[in-house]
């Protein structure tokens, strides 16, 4: 009987599948509802406010416009009192942490606390995207069903990765952008094929769902794109192309510049979110493009009506306007303002090579268009989400060419200048590598100092060889010696390899110096490395203990490193860390249970 039931048992793959569409069709539903939650606080908050407090009417009644995103950002209060540090800022940098470098146990109460905070952030004004948040509410819901199937942790992260897929998909009504979204940016490129049939699967149904509410419809309907003159087109997008990475890279820059600095300021946490809605709303009294998602304004610059000394004006400001939003404390992504900053660039550019060339080039709607897609690549280092992104949004597949060129030449282009995107610079301040994974994360946490044994013998250059031989006979472990000058600093390494010419010559081993015959090049670490450049050290010249001097100008002998303690201390660490990881499993299963 057991036999003829385990043949109707569904295999490993086809559950992690079967999971992956249920998680992609609740995925779908979640993202209909924060979508609408946008919309809902824009029409209340923003049209309502602008309408009440007669903003139309031009005049001094445009002086109000800040107080419509500044009352948003007081709305934020409650929800950051109730749960700190779960709702005000750019939060996707720490849920890359929470998949990748940790256990992946999202609480539930996050789907909410982002759906909330994110609709009232872009809601009232404030200048964000929905795509980052969007991300995290797909990725939660995956956590939750490893959770209740108590997965292992990479399960974990297929299930995260899955739901972001899923979620990404149904808030672009682009199934492939879905994918490579989770697999270049959540999953950072390392997946295999069973994880990607998941984001398939999940991205997949996540569109059903999308496309049955709201239809087949492109986010950015644009005209028909061609190409005027491939030979004179061609070197223009590469051009502008590398001025797209080099401006993303000042975007970056600037983003973290400002956050840093709203973290500085000496002021109470919540006020800090209102003096940015303050700031983005007295830009946007005259360059009212700037605040919300600005999709509205990109429709206009796709659709060939962008003014050029206007959208050159918004390159800047809505990067300003972005960085101020997020950097003060406000909720949302980076997403759409890459996608707005990408169109005026592309917008602006073209309009100035149009008037320049006008047979030989298409209109400033083309250039705009495939502005989306560079920009977008070269600030989150996702070329390839760049690219089906924009060809799913905008439903033209004639732009593949021009999109797929500028994309990777423009993420060159920033990486070259600037190798973090704009979710990695705080792991790179931490000395993390993301993309290397946790067992490097965890070995470049840890400093040489802490695995060092200061239990260490050295021999001066002074002394001959028979004193060498002496020592090698009381310490029979140790494979060299450090070999230092008359003030204790160290000069070299000797080891039995050095003298074995000379072993059997009682006379030579007696006027030889140590100093003569010891290596002077000697490779060396101080206790600020740490291990994973200590292991790089083992592994690229085949060596089993290094010396670890005081620093690198101050060549005192502090101790010795050995191969076999950087493990010891790595199977500690990750012991330790297991165990804390544990016991916030079991704490947040039982909070959320």
Not at 232 to 255: D, K, N, S, T, W
Request: aromatic letters at 8%; glycine letters at 10%.
């Amino acid at each position: 009987m057991y036999s003829k039931l385990k043949g109707f048992i569904p295999g490993e793959n086809t559950a992690v599948i079967m999971t992956a569409a249920v998680i992609g069709l609740l995925a779908g539903c979640v993202i209909i509802v924060f979508h609408e939650s946008v919309e809902l606080v824009h029409t209340y908050i923003f049209e309502q406010g602008s309408e009440l407090l007669q903003i139309h009417k031009g005049g001094w009644h445009r002086l109000l416009l800040p107080l419509i995103p500044m009352s948003g950002m007081i709305l934020l209060i409650p929800l950051s009192w109730m749960w700190p540090g779960k709702v005000n800022g750019y939060g996707f940098t720490k849920f890359l942490r929470r998949v990748n470098l940790e256990n992946g146990v999202i609480n539930a109460r996050n789907i909410f606390i982002k759906i909330a905070a994110t609709a009232i952030t872009i809601g009232s004004g404030n200048s964000a995207g929905v795509e980052g948040p969007t991300a995290q509410i797909g990725g939660a819901l995956g956590s939750q069903f490893g959770q209740r199937l108590r997965v292992s942790g990479a399960r974990m992260k297929v299930y995260i990765a899955a739901g972001s897929a899923g979620a990404i998909a149904g808030i672009f009504n682009a199934p492939l952008a879905g994918i490579f979204f989770a697999a270049e940016i959540i999953l950072l490129g390392t997946y295999k094929i069973s994880s990607f049939s998941a984001l398939v699967v999940a991205s997949a149904m996540s569109t059903v769902v999308s496309r049955a509410y709201y239809g087949k419809i492109p986010a950015f309907p644009i005209p028909d794109y061609h190409m005027v003159n491939p030979l004179v087109e061609i070197p223009l997008y590469v051009v502008m192309a590398i001025l797209i990475g080099l401006l993303a890279v000042v975007h970056i820059r600037f983003f973290y510049f400002v956050r840093d600095w709203f973290r500085e300021l000496s002021l109470p946490e919540h006020a800090k979110p209102i003096i940015g809605a303050f700031l983005v709303g007295s830009i946007g009294i005259v360059f009212p493009q700037v605040m919300g998602d600005g999709y509205e304004y990109i429709e206009q610059v796709l659709a060939g009506d962008g003014i050029v000394w206007v959208m050159l004006a918004l390159i800047a400001l809505k990067s300003v306007a972005t960085a101020i939003t997020l950097g003060s404390g406000g909720a949302g992504g980076v997403f759409a303002p890459a996608l707005f900053i990408g169109a005026v660039i592309g917008g602006a550019f073209g309009g100035v090579v149009h008037a320049l060339l006008p047979n030989l080039t298409a209109t400033p709607a083309a250039y705009a268009t495939i502005g989306i897609g560079a920009f977008l690549a070269a600030s989150t280092h996702a070329p390839m989400t760049a690219i089906f992104l924009l060809v799913e949004m905008t439903g033209n597949y004639m732009i593949i060419v021009p999109v797929m060129l500028t994309a990777i030449v423009g993420t060159v282009t920033a990486n070259k200048f600037y190798s973090d995107s704009i979710d990695t610079v705080d792991f790179t301040r931490e000395g993390i590598n993301i993309h290397e994974g946790r067992e490097v994360a965890i070995l470049r946490s840890i400093r040489v100092g802490k695995a060092i044994s200061e239990d260490v013998d050295f021999i001066s250059e002074t002394a001959n060889i028979n004193n060498l031989l002496d020592l090698f006979a009381i310490a029979k472990d140790s494979l060299y010696f450090p070999v230092v000058d008359h003030e204790g600093k160290m000069v070299g390494v000797v080891s039995m390899q050095d003298v074995k010419t000379i072993l059997h010559d009682e006379q030579k081993r007696c006027c030889h110096l140590v100093g003569a015959i010891c290596s002077r090049d000697v490779i060396t670490l101080t206790p600020d490395h740490n291990l994973f450049e200590a292991m790089q050290l083992f592994d690229v010249k085949g060596i089993e203990e290094i010396p670890v001097v005081e620093s690198m100008e101050e060549q005192w002998v502090v101790g010795k490193l050995k191969r076999r303690d950087v493990i010891s201390v790595y199977n500690h660490e990750v012991l330790k860390r297991g165990i804390s990881e544990k016991a916030e499993d079991i704490r947040l299963l039982c909070s959320s249970s």
